[in-house]
Structures are given as C-alpha cells and as structure tokens.
C-alpha cells in the first residue's frame, strides 16, 4: 500500500486475509510501491485459502507506545474485544460508516488513532484514502487531495483544521470542497468559538469533539456539536461511547456530584490490557471496578481531571479541565515531560533539568525546558545546540521550543519542583543578533514571519522555530507566501528554518507542491 514499507503491507494484506470479507478500493495519494492499490475485482478472497488461526477476544491485537513519566515509553497492549467493540461503538452512536464513505488515513501507524483510520473503515466496507505526510502540503494542496479523492470522513486534532480551514475560505467557490461529511477532532481542547468557525467554513460537515486515551482504544465519549443554540467556551468531552462507563472520582475513589471536579476514570469493553512488562504501573492504573456487579471488571485512572456538567442540550455531559500529573498535549500528541527531561539529563554537560509547557500568544502550548550546567560543563557552552542534539533523541513536537539556562531549580517547601518559580522564558534569548532583509523576497518574508509569530522585529539571521514555529504554521506560512508570490514546498520551511536560507530556497523554486496523482 503506497507510502508504507514492505512489512506493513504484508501485515495489512495478512489482516485482509484473516478478518475481512470485503475489500474496498484503498486510494493511494503516493503511489510507492508497485502494489499500491487493491481491487475487489481482483482474485475472490472466497478462493484464498486462509489458515486455521484461533484468536480470543482477550488476545493482543497490537501495541503503541506512550510517552512515560519516567522517561521510558509505556507500550499499552490492546485486545481484539478493544478494537472490535469501538467499531460498533462508533457505528452506533455518531460515526455511522459504510460502502460509499471514504476514511483519510494521514497519521504515523505510531499513533493510535490510525488504528481507527486504516483499519475500522474495512470493517464497514468502507474505502481508506492514504495520504502523503501532511507536514509535506500546504493547505491548498491539502484540500485538492481531498476534493481528488472525495474524502468524506477525517480525524484530526482541532488546531490543524483551524489552520488549513482558513484556506478554503480564501479559495474560488468553484474549488471549495464540499464532500466532507465529518470531522472528528481531538488530541486537544476544541472550543466552542472553533468549533462555529469550522462549521461556517466547512457547511454540511458534522463537527464531533473526541476524548479517549490510548489505555481506552482511541475513544471513549464524544460530543456531536449541535448546528445552533449558544456553545460553552470550552466544548464537553460528551458521554461515554456504547459498552463504556466513565466515573468521575474524588481524592477518595467515591463518585463526584454533578459540577464537581475529579479524577476521570473508564471502564467497559474499550480497556487496555495494561502496560507490556510493567506489572507495577498496570496495577497502578488499571484497578477493580468498585461500581460493578461483574466480578473481573476494571476501572482505568486516566490521570485527568473532569466533570459532570449540563449540556447544550440540557443532559449531563462530561467537561474535561486537564491534567492531574506532568502530562500536557502538545499538537494532540501525548507528552510526559519526564522523558524530555530523561533526555536532557543523559547530556554530560547538564546537572538539572525541568520542562514545562506554557500557552503562547495564539493559545497554543510550548514546550520551554529549565536547566542547571554542570560545574564543569565546557565554558561557553551554547543552549542551543541542545535542539539538534535533542532532535536525533525525540520526536520533533517534543523538542523544547525555548531553552533557558538557570543556576538551581526552585524548590518548594516540600522539596518538589516550584513551577510558579521558574522564570519567564525570554524569546529574545533565541532571536540572533539582528542583521535586516536583504531584497525584496527577504523583506516580505519577514512581514509573514513577524505577523504569524507575533514577533515586532525579524532579521535574516532569526530562526523560524527558534521563533515558536511549527508544523501549523509552517502550513500557513506557505500558504501566505504563495500568496505573496513566493513558492515553497512546507518541506523546505524545515530544511532551510532561517530567514535568509527560507527566502533564498522560495527564489529558487518556480512552483508550489503539487498534490501526487
């Protein structure tokens, strides 16, 4: 299957064998290999043979791993009664899915919510539409590809539609895609005011705020955004998908009244197994069910603090209000900032290290790490080249946007990290020594950058990421730029982050990416 390597699509060409009786088209959006797209008209699966395979309910269906609070990945087993139950509680309760619906799948298969994108769809019959990294298209190529492949169903984290939505706006009416039945979004907080924006660009399109952790199979509830009435600041996370249960729990493990914060705990049919080889942990979290009569059951503690909360529609809905621990979501991924600060302690010249996420002027969560050089660390030790080192270690979103070096951690009284302590991170601290555009090409680029990173002044020199640019808007800064009548791939914003080197490489290209056929 285009853009996966070799041992992926023979496990999903294995997968067919074993669980499907129907095979859709699967539309390739770069066609890789030479078996890039798979027929029904193809040979019957009927005439397959298929081996005498016994797989229970509680067998592993597969594994994905978390970021870890000690600075080692969780892998979170998932069972088939898991993955088959969230199908049917999809289909039953907002996502109905059948032949004629077309499912992108856009997300790394190490994240999980591509297990609802590659996988339930064949299910239902429905077609899976592999699409090319995101991060490589600028918007208006994001829609073409949709409009070319008549994608009906996307799941999403809220801040990328926001960002590729304006496009559409700004297209000719005639190239505005209209085909998009539904948007399910989650990963991050979906507010009420986003949630309207979406619907006024996106019309017809039904709008479905997602909560669920990977321990619960994807999701857990969901909230369908009416088309009218008022809507709360922060949207409710909905009520629990059919076969789940949620609680929410005070200190003492008894239930919450209703407008009262707690620790959110599932059960039901969705749970994880627990942690793969980590005993501890999985009794840590995965503890009895007080509330039910069936001996065996489980709650999962997710470590968020929710809670009971009158809805739009005047029925109880779940509100979630955070994290109760270190985890924040950064771009809808899932960080411990432990193992970010795992990685720094690993690096010879540091002694200390804090990271803690704060919301930048566009309410957008950043990662600043806090810390303490050694004694003998190098004399004139550079920050920053703590961020290509960090970079071969980590993931791209858990990279630290800002870097601030300080003599000790502040404590508290009780010997625990004071977070209200730590200073203020100082963006100039990462702008380099201001040399002006040069060229006309430079000079509007610095407009763009200025405008979008709500930075007064921009050099040549200055770094896009250093700057608190990311993958969002690196997608609307080459839409801006196309406008503007400067062509750049979005690939090209990461391999030349300076202003000089961004406006050089825009110069030198004579057209935007098109969408592969």
Same mark, same amino acid.
């Given at each position: 299957?285009?853009?996966?390597?070799?041992?992926?699509?023979?496990?999903?060409?294995?997968?067919?064998?074993?669980?499907?009786?129907?095979?859709?088209?699967?539309?390739?959006?770069?066609?890789?290999?030479?078996?890039?797209?798979?027929?029904?008209?193809?040979?019957?699966?009927?005439?397959?043979?298929?081996?005498?395979?016994?797989?229970?309910?509680?067998?592993?269906?597969?594994?994905?791993?978390?970021?870890?609070?000690?600075?080692?990945?969780?892998?979170?087993?998932?069972?088939?009664?898991?993955?088959?139950?969230?199908?049917?509680?999809?289909?039953?309760?907002?996502?109905?899915?059948?032949?004629?619906?077309?499912?992108?799948?856009?997300?790394?298969?190490?994240?999980?919510?591509?297990?609802?994108?590659?996988?339930?769809?064949?299910?239902?019959?429905?077609?899976?539409?592999?699409?090319?990294?995101?991060?490589?298209?600028?918007?208006?190529?994001?829609?073409?590809?949709?409009?070319?492949?008549?994608?009906?169903?996307?799941?999403?984290?809220?801040?990328?539609?926001?960002?590729?939505?304006?496009?559409?706006?700004?297209?000719?009416?005639?190239?505005?895609?209209?085909? #998009?039945? &539904? !948007?399910?979004?989650? @990963?991050? *907080?979906?507010?009420?005011? =986003? /949630?309207?924006?979406?619907?006024? %660009?996106?019309?017809?399109?039904?709008?479905?705020?997602?909560?669920?952790?990977?321990?619960?199979?994807?999701?857990?509830?969901?909230?369908?955004?009416?088309?009218?009435?008022?809507?709360?600041?922060?949207?409710?996370?909905?009520?629990?998908?059919?076969?789940?249960?949620?609680?929410?729990?005070?200190? #003492?493990? &008894? !239930?919450?009244?209703? @407008?009262? *914060?707690?620790?959110?705990? =599932? /059960?039901?049919?969705?749970?994880? %197994?627990?942690?793969?080889?980590?005993?501890?942990?999985?009794?840590?979290?995965?503890?009895?069910?007080?509330?039910?009569?069936?001996?065996?059951?489980?709650?999962?503690?997710?470590?968020?603090?929710?809670?009971?909360?009158?809805?739009?529609?005047?029925?109880?809905?779940?509100?979630?209000?955070?994290?109760?621990?270190?985890?924040?979501?950064?771009?809808?991924?899932?960080?411990?900032?432990?193992?970010?600060?795992?990685?720094?302690?690993?690096?010879?010249?540091?002694?200390?290290?804090?990271?803690?996420?704060?919301?930048?002027?566009?309410?957008?969560?950043?990662?600043?790490?806090?810390?303490?050089?050694?004694?003998?660390?190098?004399?004139?030790?550079?920050?920053?080249?703590?961020?290509?080192?960090?970079?071969?270690?980590?993931?791209?979103?858990?990279?630290?946007?800002?870097?601030?070096?300080?003599?000790?951690?502040?404590?508290?009284?009780?010997?625990?990290?004071?977070?209200?302590?730590?200073?203020?991170?100082?963006?100039?601290?990462?702008?380099?020594?201001?040399?002006?555009?040069?060229?006309?090409?430079?000079?509007?680029?610095?407009?763009?950058?200025?405008?979008?990173?709500?930075?007064?002044?921009?050099?040549?020199?200055?770094?896009?990421?250093?700057?608190?640019?990311?993958?969002?808007?690196?997608?609307?800064?080459?839409?801006?730029?196309?406008?503007?009548?400067?062509?750049?791939?979005?690939?090209?914003?990461?391999?030349?982050?300076?202003?000089?080197?961004?406006?050089?490489?825009?110069?030198?290209?004579?057209?935007?990416?098109?969408?592969?056929?």
């Amino acid at each position: 299957i285009g853009s996966m390597n070799r041992v992926s699509q023979s496990v999903m060409k294995a997968w067919f064998r074993l669980g499907s009786r129907f095979l859709p088209f699967a539309d390739v959006a770069t066609p890789d290999l030479p078996l890039s797209r798979l027929s029904p008209d193809a040979q019957p699966l009927d005439s397959m043979p298929l081996p005498d395979v016994a797989v229970s309910p509680e067998a592993l269906a597969y594994v994905i791993h978390t970021s870890g609070s000690t600075g080692e990945p969780k892998a979170v087993g998932v069972p088939h009664r898991a993955a088959v139950n969230l199908s049917h509680a999809r289909q039953r309760h907002h996502d109905p899915i059948g032949p004629g619906d077309r499912v992108l799948a856009a997300i790394s298969v190490g994240f999980d919510v591509s297990i609802g994108q590659l996988l339930l769809p064949l299910l239902r019959g429905a077609t899976i539409v592999i699409a090319p990294p995101l991060k490589t298209l600028e918007a208006e190529a994001f829609w073409d590809l949709l409009a070319r492949h008549s994608v009906t169903h996307i799941n999403s984290v809220p801040s990328f539609f926001d960002t590729v939505s304006e496009t559409q706006v700004a297209l000719p009416e005639e190239r505005r895609y209209r085909g #998009l039945k &539904r !948007l399910m979004l989650g @990963g991050e *907080a979906l507010t009420g005011a =986003l /949630a309207r924006r979406l619907q006024q %660009r996106l019309p017809g399109t039904q709008i479905v705020n997602m909560y669920g952790p990977t321990e619960a199979c994807i999701d857990a509830s969901a909230f369908v955004v009416p088309d009218s009435g008022e809507l709360p600041a922060a949207l409710p996370i909905g009520v629990p998908l059919p076969n789940y249960r949620a609680y929410v729990l005070d200190a #003492l493990g &008894r !239930l919450a009244p209703i @407008g009262v *914060a707690g620790e959110l705990c =599932l /059960a039901g049919a969705g749970l994880a %197994r627990g942690y793969l080889g980590r005993p501890e942990a999985t009794a840590q979290k995965f503890v009895p069910d007080p509330f039910s009569s069936t001996p065996g059951q489980r709650l999962y503690r997710t470590g968020d603090l929710a809670r009971w909360m009158p809805g739009p529609d005047g029925c109880a809905q779940l509100e979630f209000l955070g994290r109760n621990d270190e985890q924040v979501k950064i771009r809808g991924h899932r960080v411990e900032t432990g193992e970010i600060e795992a990685a720094l302690l690993s690096h010879p010249a540091l002694a200390q290290a804090a990271v803690i996420a704060l919301k930048d002027e566009r309410g957008m969560a950043r990662l600043v790490a806090y810390v303490v050089l050694h004694s003998d660390a190098p004399a004139g030790f550079e920050l920053e080249s703590l961020k290509p080192w960090l970079g071969e270690r980590l993931p791209e979103f858990m990279v630290p946007s800002a870097l601030v070096s300080i003599p000790t951690l502040p404590l508290t009284t009780n010997g625990k990290l004071d977070r209200k302590a730590l200073p203020a991170p100082d963006l100039a601290s990462v702008v380099r020594e201001y040399v002006a555009p040069e060229g006309e090409a430079e000079a509007t680029l610095a407009a763009l950058w200025s405008e979008l990173l709500r930075q007064p002044r921009v050099g040549r020199h200055d770094h896009f990421f250093d700057l608190g640019g990311h993958s969002l808007i690196a997608i609307t800064l080459v839409d801006r730029m196309r406008r503007a009548g400067l062509h750049i791939e979005v690939s090209a914003v990461f391999e030349h982050p300076t202003l000089s080197g961004m406006a050089a490489a825009a110069g030198s290209s004579s057209s935007a990416l098109a969408v592969p056929p």
